[in-house]
């Protein structure tokens, strides 16, 4: 896949994030390549979300070049496939593959920036090969989740090594909360702490916000006459899906349960989601599980009509999906790990439930309680949209995002 070519401009100069400057007098626009595995249509997690919103935003300010996975290109999007040859073989391997053509597509790039493990070693190869910045955003931390050698076997080497190497080499990293810098720290010790900056992620809270109708109930089959407490994530250990199965067994009966659950890390999690599903099933009904990705606006409407939104995460450094619960007007109750007490505010817009021996039984308790108080539960819903709007919209994300790669070009 041959580069775009880029001889012969002049030497651009770095937007400013000053109010009242036009585009017209900003002049030429740092040309910046961003790396990810998910771009749309393909993205199934929080950080293909990130990338999704930041890119939007990112778009007015830079001059934007996104290298995803998949295939073709098009309106400043790349995409890249793993190399045939190792159809077979380890995903580990096959992401690197995907790394290296990444980073032979970069040519005429002036920094680049990574996301995930995934793409963070494209991000280390493009550095080298054309001498420039790397920036890069760690999501979570592979060290921070040994239940991937589950899914990678010796892969779970590879991704680590890519990861240290990555963040070890990097010129900015940049950590989605306050709790992952933390993590950064302590997992990798090397790293200079002044190369580490933590940029929030953000929620697009005119996207995500209530939406009253219920045709996308009607159509799943969930009764909007009874409260349902609601689920949408992956099916992994990270997310603590298992955890949920278990929790919601003690629930009020009258509360219906939706679990939109899908993109099984690996087959035994996906078999024992389906036997712990199936043993639910004959113990109350209203239960309903959408293994298929729905589109955005079904989701936010199920969120919207949601009498609790719940996200059981053993290990979760910030979590979108709570932000978009918040701005869909919905009470969250979540795991009080990593970043999400950043985001979740205890008794205000939530509850949270700490990950000890009785993290299950936890779960169910503060699930009952926001069940039980309509009232209580309306009120957390209205100050999570405006905490939502006022401390995480995408256009400060992208602002604080240029001016790093202000600070990083100007150190050189």
Same mark, same amino acid.
């Given at each position: ?41 393909? *993205?199934?997690?929080?950080?293909? *979300? ?30 890249? +496939? ?81 990861? +240290? ?56 089959? *969930? ?48 078999? &024992? %989601? ?10 109350? &009904? ?22 609790? %939104? ?5 290990? &979760? ?64 819903? &209205? ?8 401390? %995480? ?20």
């Amino acid at each position: 896949m041959r580069p775009r070519e880029h001889r012969g401009l002049p030497q651009p100069t770095l937007l400013s994030d000053h109010v009242g400057t036009s585009r017209r007098d900003r002049g030429f626009r740092v040309r910046v390549g961003l790396l990810t595995r998910e771009y749309p249509p393909d *993205v199934y997690g929080g950080a293909g *979300v990130h990338v999704e919103f930041l890119a939007d935003e990112l778009r007015p300010l830079v001059d934007l070049e996104v290298h995803c996975w998949g295939e073709g290109a098009a309106g400043g999007v790349v995409r890249h +496939r793993p190399w045939s040859a190792l159809d077979r073989a380890n995903d580990a391997l096959r992401t690197f593959s995907v790394d290296l053509s990444i980073a032979a597509g970069l040519e005429g790039r002036e920094l680049v920036h990574s996301h995930t493990w995934y793409a963070n070693l494209a991000g280390h190869f493009g550095k080298l090969l054309h001498g420039v910045p790397h920036v890069m955003t760690a999501h979570s931390l592979e060290p921070l989740r040994p239940w991937k050698a589950e899914q990678l076997g010796g892969g779970y080497a590879l991704s680590s090594w890519a990861e +240290r190497t990555a963040i070890e080499s990097a010129d900015a990293v940049i950590a989605v909360s306050g709790a992952m810098r933390d993590d950064i720290l302590g997992c990798y010790p090397a790293l200079d702490p002044a190369r580490l900056h933590v940029v929030h992620n953000g929620i697009d809270t005119s996207l995500y916000r209530p939406d009253h109708g219920t045709d996308v109930l009607d159509r799943l089959g *969930v009764d909007p006459g009874r409260p349902y407490v609601l689920f949408v994530g992956r099916i992994t250990r990270q997310k603590g899906v298992p955890h949920l199965l278990r929790a919601v067994r003690d629930i009020d009966p009258a509360a219906q349960v939706v679990l939109c659950a899908g993109a099984p890390d690996t087959p035994e999690i996906d078999r &024992e %989601f389906r036997d712990l599903f199936a043993e639910l099933s004959r113990a109350r &009904e209203g239960l309903f599980w959408i293994p298929q990705m729905l589109p955005r606006p079904d989701v936010i409407q199920l969120l919207t009509h949601a009498a609790v %939104f719940v996200c059981p995460s053993v290990y &979760e450094p910030l979590g979108i999906v709570n932000l978009e619960a918040m701005a869909c007007g919905t009470a969250v109750v979540a795991s009080r790990v990593g970043g999400i007490p950043e985001v979740v505010e205890d008794g205000a817009t939530g509850l949270l439930v700490s990950t000890d021996e009785d993290f299950e039984n936890g779960l169910a308790r503060a699930l009952d309680s926001v069940l039980a108080d309509p009232v209580a539960a309306a009120r957390m819903g &209205e100050a999570g949209r405006e905490r939502a709007v006022r401390e %995480f919209g995408w256009d400060a994300v992208a602002r604080r995002t240029v001016r790093l790669y202000e600070e990083v070009l100007k150190q050189g």
